[in-house]
């Protein structure tokens, strides 16, 4: 059981690193460039980003090692030149990579610095989520939960609903958390549908249990074996919010 667990753990954290990615990297590499224009930034700073932009690309294909060389690469054109920020974004990913290789303590460590410097933005935001998700793999629930809970509003502020769905995807490992804190309380009523909650926000399409939406993975018609003719795939909003999120 606790090989189980642990290897949840590791798929929640790998699966929403990758997540990440999909959602921000093209908004990203345009945001850093607009904003290095904006402050007159020196123009050797677009080579820093344009490690980044490599970085996010080998995290969506999981190439962990060489995205954190590029991330590396790009810290150091960014101290070369004077960006603090591009610098601290790359930290920033720096820790994403170091809690989806099992190592959160460290990712903990690169996620509190670069939030030092990346105090505003979406990417703040995106930031707090996962440090917020590494956290709670380290049992600190409570903080944990203060950082979801202000990612989470911060991107509801923004009307960022596919960001706020990557840090959703956070949510699975401090509900893992809580239900190892609920188990040691015995209260395995608790425990138990904490983790079924979790376990939903990383159903894989084949499962009964899952809709068309999902948090990490995309649904096509192929997928849906049980029938279309009555099945909801596409629904308009005049405010997209929550209705999109996977679960509901």
């Known amino acids: 059981?606790?090989?189980?667990?642990?290897?949840?753990?590791?798929?929640?954290?790998?699966?929403?690193?990758?997540?990440?990615?999909?959602?921000?990297?093209?908004?990203?590499?345009?945001?850093?460039?607009?904003?290095?224009?904006?402050?007159?930034?020196?123009?050797?700073?677009?080579?820093?980003?344009?490690?980044?932009?490599?970085?996010?690309?080998?995290?969506?294909?999981?190439?962990?090692?060489?995205?954190?060389?590029?991330?590396?690469?790009?810290?150091?054109?960014?101290?070369?030149?004077?960006?603090?920020?591009?610098?601290?974004?790359?930290?920033?990913?720096v820790g994403l990579i170091d809690c989806a290789c099992g190592v959160p303590a460290r990712g903990v460590a690169e996620l509190g610095e670069s939030l030092e410097t990346v105090s505003w933005g979406v990417c703040a935001s995106l930031f707090r989520g996962f440090l917020g998700g590494a956290l709670a793999s380290l049992e600190r629930v409570d903080r944990a939960t203060e950082l979801l809970d202000h990612a989470e509003r911060e991107l509801e502020a923004v009307g960022s609903p596919l960001l706020l769905e990557a840090v959703h995807l956070q949510r699975g490992l401090l509900e893992l958390a809580l239900a190892r804190r609920a188990e040691t309380a015995a209260d395995a009523a608790r425990a138990a549908a904490l983790r079924r909650a979790a376990q939903a926000r990383m159903a894989a399409v084949t499962s009964p249990k899952a809709g068309v939406f999902g948090y990490n993975r995309a649904t096509s018609i192929r997928d849906i074996t049980d029938g279309t003719s009555n099945t909801i795939a596409v629904i308009s909003a005049s405010n997209a919010g929550r209705w999109a999120a996977g679960g509901k």
């Open 1 to 93: 059981m606790r090989i189980l667990r642990r290897a949840l753990l590791g798929l929640c954290l790998c699966l929403a690193v990758a997540q990440a990615h999909a959602l921000t990297a093209d908004a990203m590499h345009g945001a850093l460039r607009a904003k290095s224009l904006l402050e007159g930034a020196a123009p050797e700073t677009a080579a820093a980003h344009d490690r980044l932009a490599l970085a996010l690309a080998h995290i969506d294909g999981r190439e962990w090692q060489r995205a954190r060389a590029a991330l590396e690469e790009g810290m150091a054109v960014g101290r070369q030149v004077g960006d603090p920020y591009i610098v601290a974004v790359c930290r920033g990913y």
